[in-house]
């Protein structure tokens, strides 16, 4: 199964399906993003935990990026790096913090089931019905790529 979307909070769902970002037409599978990432996807919400996620206002620790909150999840950084030093001073204060609001499926939402039920086929009249439906315009126009893209009959 493939997800479309531009959420990477998604990316910790790789191991179960891929995922395609379609802003940027780009595919991505749990290997792509090993291989892109050098983590594994149920890492990414330690990563989201420690940066923050602009988009879904979790404040992670002030100064520390995706890119270093990475290098640390990795064991990249050096034990006397001053950010290194300020995540291991933080790290559980922020785990307990941002992980129930980053990890999938989210903490505190009952007994919701989350169990992917993948058609066997994606067809398209049910795509086209889809967007007519929620007004998903610049989809449509996009018709034949996602036809290309998803192998829809």
């Not at 879904?56 to 520390?64: A, C, E, Q, R, S």
Request: net charge negative.
């Amino acid at each position: 199964m493939t997800v479309v979307s531009r959420d990477e909070d998604l990316y910790q769902l790789l191991d179960m399906c891929s995922f395609y970002e379609h802003v940027k037409k780009k595919a991505v599978t749990v290997d792509g993003f090993r291989s892109e990432y050098g983590i594994e996807p149920n890492q990414w919400p330690v990563v989201k935990a420690i940066a923050g996620c602009d988009g879904d206002n979790v404040i992670g620790l002030h100064g520390v990026g995706e890119l270093t909150a990475l290098r640390y999840v990795r064991n990249e950084l050096s034990k006397s790096n001053a950010a290194y030093l300020r995540i291991c001073g933080s790290y559980e204060q922020l785990l307990a913090n941002n992980l129930p609001l980053v990890r999938l499926p989210f903490a505190g939402l009952g007994n919701l089931d989350f169990t992917f039920r993948p058609e066997s086929k994606f067809m398209t009249d049910s795509f086209v019905d889809i967007c007519e439906k929620y007004d998903f315009r610049s989809f449509l126009k996009e018709l034949p790529v996602w036809k290309e893209t998803f192998d829809m009959e």
